[in-house]
């Protein structure tokens, strides 16, 4: 079951568009680095607020900020089809050259 983004608060949204959409200024060797904690940290702060049901979650990827782990909290608010273009997007840039 996938939740839709109304249920979710804007700013959270957009924090989590954020944070992906930056992922060589906020991830490090596929760690979170001490500025995007800062960011990950507010968005997580107002989605507990909003759902307390993902705490569980959300605390495991507090403990250990991998990429992987992260990217679970953020597909649960923006979904698994934009979660994948917004990174793609971020590594590889907006224009796709064909070799």
Known sequence: MVKSKRSFGPDVYRLFRKL???YYEYFS???LNSEGRKVFEEAV???IYEHPEYKPLITKARRKPTLENVLKVVRLVLGEDEVK???DIAIHGVYKYRV
């Open 29 to 31: 060797h596929d760690l």
């Open 45 to 47: 702060r107002m989605l």
């Open 20 to 22: 992906v959409l930056g």
């Open 85 to 87: 273009d917004l990174l």
